[in-house]
């Protein structure tokens, strides 16, 4: 069992940065893939960016360029560098960990970027 919480949301001018953090209870948390999904009002939820246990890391076309994922094992955490925010990186943004068949979420941070 992992749980998660994640931390760092809030409002923010566009243009401006926040970082997302999201730390892990339980143990093993160097073998799961770790990842950040978004989901605004009415739409999916959206990978953003993921990084796997081996610390390949992909990004949603939306955000590449302005968004770093990292991860510190030492730490059970993994984060989410958001540079450059646009109005439209506005929704809640959720910690996912996974692997094989299992997979759990936290319960959301909020990010609103608006002037």
């Known amino acids: 069992q992992v749980q998660l919480v994640e931390s760092g949301g809030g409002l923010v001018q566009p243009g401006g940065s926040l970082r997302l953090s999201c730390a892990a209870s339980?143990?093993?948390?160097?073998?799961?893939?770790m990842g950040w999904y978004r989901q605004a009002p009415g739409n999916e939820r959206d990978l953003v960016a993921a990084?796997?246990?081996?610390?390949?890391?992909n990004y949603a076309n939306s955000v590449t360029g302005r968004f770093t994922i990292s991860r510190d094992n030492a730490k059970n955490t993994v984060y989410l560098q958001m540079n450059s925010l646009k109005p439209e990186d506005t929704a809640v943004y959720y910690c996912?960990?996974?692997?094989?068949?299992?997979?759990?979420w936290g319960q959301g941070t909020q990010v609103t970027v608006s002037s």
């Open positions: 996912n960990a996974n692997k094989l068949a299992y997979t759990y």
């Open positions: 990084i796997n246990r081996y610390g390949t890391i």
């Open positions: 339980g143990s093993g948390f160097s073998i799961y893939n």
